[in-house]
């Protein structure tokens, strides 16, 4: 009814009109090599406005999230949590400045109709670039620097009586969260790390998962920070030439966008992307 998986037919999205960003904070190991203070405002928005066309352009219903209040960091709409075909689930930021943005979500997503299947809380935090579809009941999520143990297994407790199986993949908090490392691009294809976890990697080819591998840097050039869109298609950046030239060879068809202004806030295109609807195929 909402998202099937990680890979079939994008329908429709929710995505957040930046605002305020040069009073974002250096949140990220990327955003700490900028002044933020002087990024490009035209250029961030001419940026979001590309990405938004090249989703309607490709047949994908976009919502957008426009709020008056200052919430900088909400342009990376996927992270305040994680959608599944039953409803979604509310993560619970670790930075202050980001939580805020969590009110704005939770009213935006009853507007759209989504149920709320559970939320996390207390001491637990979880963010939604952390969450991964492996296949329709398979659920892998990433503890790096901004979901922890107690989120997990919340997360866990709300999905588990829903018939989804749930793994942890731990990796160095620098990364920033899973979808930085680690990006499923087709039903069996999937882009990342070339040093993932020995059990997520072997997790991957119990379930026949092909990994298209690269080098750390690629982590913080928003290599891996890619969106499925399904039928083998996937957007990514125009300028991960190495990883879209590997995802062609694989028959991938991949659409890219220009964003650079964006990028220095920490977050990619996935980063940008909350999925409201995916078909299963």
């Not at 047949?59 to 900088?72: N, Q, Y």
Request: hydrophobic content about 40%; charged content about 25%.
């Amino acid at each position: 009814m909402f998202v099937a998986n990680g890979t079939g037919r994008l329908k429709k999205v929710l995505l957040s009109k930046p605002n305020h960003v040069h009073q974002a904070e250096q949140i990220n190991e990327i955003s700490k090599n900028w002044n933020l203070q002087h990024i490009d405002e035209g250029r961030v928005q001419k940026e979001f406005q590309d990405l938004h066309a090249l989703y309607e352009s490709l047949g994908i219903s976009v919502e957008l999230m426009e709020k008056d209040e200052i919430l900088p960091h909400a342009v990376f709409a996927r992270d305040f949590g994680g959608c599944v075909n039953e409803g979604y689930i509310l993560g619970k930021f670790k930075n202050g400045i980001r939580l805020p943005e969590t009110a704005a979500y939770e009213e935006k997503m009853a507007e759209l109709g989504v149920p709320l299947l559970g939320e996390v809380s207390g001491t637990g935090v979880f963010e939604g670039g952390d969450f991964a579809f492996l296949d329709e009941r398979t659920v892998a999520i990433g503890m790096l620097d901004r979901t922890n143990a107690e989120g997990f297994g919340q997360i866990t407790d709300i999905l588990k009586p829903l018939g989804y199986e749930v793994h942890s993949v731990e990796m160095d908090p620098r990364y920033l969260h899973l979808d930085m490392c680690f990006n499923l691009v087709a039903p069996k294809v999937a882009i990342g790390y070339a040093d993932l976890p020995d059990t997520f990697v072997a997790l991957l080819k119990k379930m026949e998962i092909e990994l298209i591998t690269d080098d750390e840097p690629a982590i913080f050039r928003h290599g891996y920070n890619v969106q499925a869109i399904g039928r083998d298609e996937v957007i990514s950046l125009v300028q991960n030439r190495g990883i879209n030239k590997k995802m062609r060879k694989k028959g991938l068809t991949v659409h890219e966008v220009e964003l650079t202004e964006l990028l220095k806030l920490g977050g990619g295109i996935h980063c940008m992307t909350f999925p409201l609807r995916r078909l299963n195929a």
